[in-house]
């Protein structure tokens, strides 16, 4: 009588009881299921949505890790208390024991709201609905964390995550019913219903709210200015950061997203793995190149003057767009959802392309929010059914015609 | 004008105990069984009473929708009992065979002067009818077809399969004649598929087109066959046999006699001397099971290869169109940690810390564990790479699901086969049953508009 023998007669007792998924739920988690094959093939893979999912959350890990630290380092370069980075991605500066507590004490109540309330919803609706608990909520949950400002409060977090399983995919009949990437949906709830926390230079290093709080009433401390480069790009100023710094991640930005470096490593663990589209991303790197070309040819062409509203983004060489911003995380980890996403191998193409290509367009022409890449998903989201359906069309056609030439 | 067909996509699972090539005569069996469910959507009607005694190739039953197509006893014996399942379908007929077969002896025709229309009569009439398999909806041909061409794949690439290479040698005459009879069959070719570099008895034989295929598993399959060298469009029919049938065929053509003996691969790792037997059709496995020594007490043993064969017990009868018993290790155990942590010893189709893809060669010893639940669709793009046809794969299946006649029409239902998703449905996460989805679509179409 181990453990193993103990849960299984405790499932069998459950079986056919409301509460069997919840305790199926936590069961399959431990022990992969008893189940054999029926009809049918007898032999199946090994791979099942359980490792699938581990898979992209293994792939996110350097970058949660990586966010913890830099909330730290954000925080306490901004109140002067250390240097910046001077030596490359393994400065000193960075990997500090204190950041990581700082950070960690800032990033994990995110983590904990985030899975928490998302999982308790997916096995309430699980319980009600009597089918098994499904593995989608295990990526959102760790997605989630890391597209958010580390400074948001861990209320709003839970109405957003409330709204965005219910109505992004609960509601659709669950994992692999959605038409929105539950994820962005949660983020685009924040950036709607709280349009003053999710924007502007107050959000994005931890403590610069209270500090502005603290100013405001009349303390004699410094500001902290904690502007991300999208923001301050959209006005007009300087980058104000290194390349390199931009490229390992030592910005200002959501918890998980600044780090192209690592965003890279996880893309080739995806790519290599098989588990996300490669097409996804080439296609929508190229896409985010092509408007990052267009827009810097017009302004060498001299079409618009440095006067102009736009001119700060649109001058930015083509190949920092993609290393600024959410756009390397959301084209990595979330353009590449296969549920969401397009579903044909040629729609893929299209699709990423056009994630790309419209990030880069809305971060330029919308000031207020320079960030695209949230956007530019979900639009491409809705329109993932209408590209399959054309590239599932041209297969018809060509089946048709195949007749017709045998026919004349 | 023969083709070299080359198909790049698709899936080898090498599997332990595939069989030795090395051929015994297995010990005869007493008991025998046929399963009217083994030709599908037929509805039998019984000639012959429980207690009659008949001769092999005796008419057992007909088709009540079809009079013409006979159904025939493999061997001599005793009509034992007839059992019957809900509705009083009959589900199966249990003989007694007699220690020596007498045969029923059917006319030989002169196979240069026959008729097409005399050779359909004659296999109608000998039960050699339910050989021949008609696409579209993958059912028996009905009689008074005539097929654009007519399939016959030698290229065996589903694992553990019998080697048709090795069970057709010596067997030459017979396939001739099967083949020249199929001819006459169609207004089209007889087209044979054969691996690339195989020196297949089927490979000199005249009245037919013989093509040459390489690649992984489905190329052996004979939908991927059709597929690339005629396709099947609206309004059309192929039929297809399996090689091993045209044994069968070609032997009631040359001498009368309706020999229901096959080369029968006993394979799986649960077996400790996996290798060839020639056994009837129908007849118990028991025997030649414990002939190939069963090591593994809790195993599946399976009438047909591990991809779209049908779960018997010891009990079990072989299948009326299997050449291939599988017996592999039964998967009801709970496995720690299954899902995250590294397999070496599984394979996968991806490379989510699992390693068969470093050993493309090595063998597995798989058993029958779903390795994860059931699940709604979530993944994509990984049907397309093992599906070396024209078709989109998850759409097809997703149009049989929500039952749309028009769209699975359009994404070319006609043309597949449910055994043409055995891969797509062993690589898939969410473990649907892909195979019986579209078993069940056919079904519909079938009902709907064939």
Redesign the interface.
């Known amino acids: 009588m181990g453990l ?1 023998q103990s ?2 007669t405790l499932k069998e007792k459950y079986k056919g009881q409301k509460m069997a998924p919840a305790f199926n739920a936590l069961h ?25 999912m ?2 992209v959350i293994m792939a996110m890990v350097p970058c949660l890790i990586f966010g913890m630290f830099n909330a730290g380092y954000q925080h306490y370069l901004a109140i002067g208390e250390i240097n910046a980075v001077s030596s490359g991605f393994f400065s000193s500066e960075f990997w500090q024991w204190s950041n990581l507590v700082f950070g960690a004490w800032k990033v994990l109540p995110l983590v904990l709201v985030s899975y928490g309330v998302g999982l308790a919803v997916e096995f309430l609706f699980a319980v009600i609905k009597g089918h ?1 608990v ?3 909520y295990l990526v959102t949950g760790m997605l989630v964390p890391l597209i958010v400002p580390v400074d948001i409060p861990l209320w709003m977090l839970t109405i957003a995550v409330v709204f965005g399983v219910v109505i992004g995919k609960e509601v659709f ?5 959605n038409i929105l990437n539950p994820a962005l949906t949660i983020r685009a709830f924040l950036f709607f219903a709280y349009p003053t926390w999710m924007s502007g230079d107050k959000v994005w290093v931890a403590g610069a709210q209270e500090r502005a709080n603290e100013l405001a009433a009349g303390m004699k401390v410094d500001s902290i200015s904690g502007e991300t480069i999208l923001g301050s790009l959209a006005q007009n100023k300087s980058m104000g950061y290194e390349l390199w710094d931009m490229f390992y991640g030592f910005i200002p930005g959501s918890v998980g997203e600044t780090s192209t470096v690592l965003i890279l490593i996880g893309a080739l663990i995806l790519i ?4 996300a ?1 490669w097409r996804i991303m080439l296609s929508a790197v190229i896409g985010a190149v092509v408007m990052g070309l267009i827009f810097n040819g017009v302004v060498d062409a001299g079409w618009i003057n440095s006067g102009s509203g736009f001119y700060g983004l649109m001058s930015t060489p083509y190949w920092n767009h993609l290393m600024i911003g959410g756009l390397a995380f959301g084209i990595v980890f979330m353009a590449t959802d ?2 969401t ?5 040629k729609g ?1 193409w299209i699709y990423g392309f056009f994630i790309g290509f419209l990030s880069i367009m809305i971060r330029v022409f919308n000031p207020a929010y320079p960030e695209g890449v949230m956007l530019a998903i979900l639009l491409m989201n809705v329109f993932a059914p209408t590209i ?1 359906h054309y590239v ?1 069309e041209g ?2 056609k ?2 048709l015609n ?2 017709k030439v ?1 026919n004349v | 004008m023969s083709k070299d067909i080359k198909i790049k996509k698709g899936l080898n ?1 090498n ?1 332990k105990g595939e069989a030795e090539k090395t051929l015994s005569k297995a010990p005869r069996a007493a008991s025998f069984a046929i399963r009217p469910k083994d030709f599908h959507l037929v509805t039998p009607k019984m000639v012959l009473k429980e207690g009659a005694k008949f001769k092999a190739g005796e008419v057992l039953f007909y088709d009540k929708n079809n009079a013409s197509v006979k159904f025939v006893a493999p061997i001599s014996g005793t009509l034992t009992s007839i059992e019957r399942g809900a509705k009083r379908v009959i589900t199966q007929l249990l003989i007694q065979a007699d220690t020596a077969d007498t045969y029923f002896l059917n006319p030989v025709l002169d196979l240069n002067k026959a008729t097409g229309e005399e050779l359909k009569a004659h296999l109608l009439a000998s039960g050699c009818w339910p050989f021949i398999t008609q696409r579209p909806y993958h059912v028996m041909a009905h009689p008074d077809h005539s097929p654009k061409a007519i399939f016959i794949s030698g290229y065996t690439t589903a ?1 553990l399969a019998a080697d048709l290479d090795f069970t057709l040698i010596g067997k030459e005459a017979e396939l001739q004649a099967a083949v020249t009879a199929l001819s006459k069959l169609t207004h089209g070719q007889v087209h044979i598929c054969i691996g690339g570099d195989s020196n297949s008895p089927l490979k000199g034989l005249n009245h037919c087109q013989v093509h040459s295929i390489s690649g992984p598993h489905p190329a052996g399959n004979v939908g991927v066959q059709i597929a690339q060298i005629d ?1 099947i ?3 059309e029919t192929v039929w297809t046999v399996k090689a091993e049938d045209l044994v069968i065929i070609g032997e009631l053509l040359l001498t009368g006699k309706f020999n229901a003996e096959r080369i029968v691969a006993l394979a799986g790792s649960s077996l400790g001397a996996p290798q060839y037997y020639a056994a009837i059709i129908g007849s118990e496995v028991a025997p030649l099971i414990s002939e190939a020594q069963l090591v593994a007490q809790n195993s ?1 043993v ?1 009438s047909g290869d ?4 049908r ?1 018997i017990d010891l009990q079990g009868y072989l299948g009326y169109f299997d050449n291939t018993i ?1 017996v ?1 290790p ?11 942590k590294p ?1 070496f010893d ?9 390693f068969s893809w470093m050993q493309p060669n090595k063998k597995y010893d ?17 049907y ?1 790479e093992v599906f070396p046809m ?3 794969p ?2 097809i299946l997703k149009a049989c699901m929500v039952q749309d006649l028009d769209q699975m029409e ?3 239902m006609y043309e597949v086969a449910p055994e043409d998703f ?1 891969l797509t ?7 649907q ?4 989805i579209i078993r069940e679509g056919l079904d519909l179409m079938y009902k709907e508009i064939g």
């Not at chain 2, 599984?346 to 699992?354: D, P, Q």
């Not at chain 2, 449905?425 to 473990?431: P, Q, R, W």
């Not at chain 2, 049953?433 to 019986?436: G, S, W």
């Open positions: 193993k849960l299984h399959t988690f431990l022990y992969t299921p008893n189940e054999i094959t029926h009809d049918g093939t007898h032999i199946k893979v090994v791979d099942d949505l359980k490792r699938t581990n898979t098994e499904e593995e989608g009949g669950g994992t692999g019913m290599f793995s098989k588990i589209s296969p549920v996403g397009s579903q044909t191998n893929k399959d599932v297969n018809i060509r089946r195949r007749l045998k | 699972i599997l694992p396709p469009n609206k309004g599946r399976i591990v991809l779209s064969g779960a599988s592999i039964q998967g009801d155990d709970y496995e720690l940690f299954g899902w995250n397999v599984k394979i996968s189709s991806t490379r989510a810390l699992t798989l058993n029958t564990n779903t390795n994860g639940e059931h699940r709604a669709f979530v993944m994509t793009g990984n397309e024209d078709i989109f998850l759409q359009a994404l070319g055995a449905e062993f690589v898939c996460v969410s473990k049953p892909h195979q019986k």
